[in-house]
């Protein structure tokens, strides 16, 4: 989840913590019923699979992307650090966060 717009392992928080914060959940990235540019990248780039792992990727990239609008693999690759998945090995979701940055044209393994 984000709290004030920070990266926060849910898992770590109690709900008490968040009574009277603002926290924005997976949801809260679509507007008006449309998906966000990051989840429809995350969609474009097949960084979804089993989706277990894909509220905390999104959410730790939303941050990322907040603070810093034109990451690097490794500014990206340190946001994720706390988030594991066993299905995409990652390339399909660094390749889409950084089209969400609108550096499409770099590949996720750093070649042009």
Known sequence: ???YGK???S???LALQAC???VTTVEGLAQGGELSLLQREFVE???VQCSFC???MLMSAQALLTENPTPSDEDIRT???GNLCRCTGYS???AAIRAASGQEADRADGSA
Request: proline fraction near 8%.
């Open 1 to 3: 989840v984000l709290v």
């Open 20 to 22: 009277g914060k603002e």
């Open 7 to 9: 990266a926060v392992a």
């Open 11 to 13: 898992c770590l928080m």
């Open 45 to 47: 780039h097949g960084a």
């Open 92 to 94: 399909p979701i660094i």
């Open 54 to 56: 894909t509220p905390g």
């Open 79 to 81: 946001a994720l650090a």
